[in-house]
């Protein structure tokens, strides 16, 4: 029988290449739970990273690109490989069948190099801001959480079939917990930093739910339409969407 905490570390160790020494049961149907909850130790690492650049007085480029690096080398580098995949494969002219043998194929194609390029540009351009909205990771999980709740897997195989009986439930409410629990953070964070906590939660609030709109429309749009259902690449192209959009909505929609 499967318990909760299967769920979480399935999503975890899905999510994440730091190693855990832990026995479990993948639960992957029910891991959707858990799949934003996932993007606050992600959130942490960045504002770790971010911090202590910036206390040894270092460059904001160079602070954001330790940042950056950290996160993706424990958390995005298969969510990258997803927004690759999927660039070549929907970008492109081609049948279904000929999309879902570009998402297996290893090679990367000028599609690939081109939607990399400008979302890993775009992210370290926004994280060399002064005031980073480091909570971003959480939009980007949430948005990839949502994807299977609106389409069914695309193949027999891999992660997506593996979704196969997704919770949906769970996997709504495991994402507006974990988006609440963001926004109280960041009402706390400007509290004892001596700012308003109201209007700092209602920008975190918009700020989220931006990032998981720029992360989920796209990505069901894409592979609803390509492919008729969605992949595991489809969930790291909502991931990467998802913080870029996030990202953007802080630096562009300001507040009074």
Not at 161 to 180: F, I, V
Not at 187 to 196: M, N, V
Request: with cysteine.
């Amino acid at each position: 029988m499967k318990r909760p905490i299967d769920g979480f570390l399935t999503a975890l160790t899905t999510l994440c290449r730091v190693p855990l020494r832990v026995r479990f049961e993948p639960d992957y149907p029910g891991m959707g739970a858990y799949l934003a909850a996932v993007g606050l130790p992600a959130a942490l690492l960045v504002l770790a990273v971010l911090s202590a650049a910036r206390l040894a007085g270092a460059d904001p480029f160079l602070a954001a690109l330790a940042a950056l690096s950290a996160q993706y080398f424990a958390f995005n580098l298969f969510h990258l490989d997803g927004l690759l995949d999927s660039a070549d494969a929907l970008l492109g002219q081609g049948s279904r069948e000929e999309r879902l043998r570009i998402l297996r194929d290893p090679r990367l194609g000028s599609f690939a190099f081109f939607a990399g390029f400008v979302v890993l540009a775009a992210k370290l351009h926004l994280l060399g801001a002064q005031s980073v909205f480091w909570l971003y990771p959480v939009a980007g999980r949430a948005a990839a959480a949502l994807v299977p709740c609106a389409l069914e897997p695309a193949r027999a195989e891999g992660l997506g079939a593996a979704l196969a009986g997704y919770k949906r439930g769970a996997a709504l409410a495991g994402s507006a917990a974990a988006l609440a629990v963001s926004v109280g953070i960041a009402a706390g964070a400007a509290y004892f930093s001596g700012q308003a906590a109201g209007p700092a939660a209602v920008r975190a609030a918009v700020w989220l739910a931006c990032g998981v709109l720029a992360g989920f429309l796209p990505a069901v749009l894409a592979f609803g339409r390509g492919l008729g259902g969605f992949s595991g690449d489809a969930l790291g192209l909502a991931v990467e969407l998802g913080e870029l959009g996030c990202l953007a909505a802080a630096a562009s929609i300001v507040f009074d």
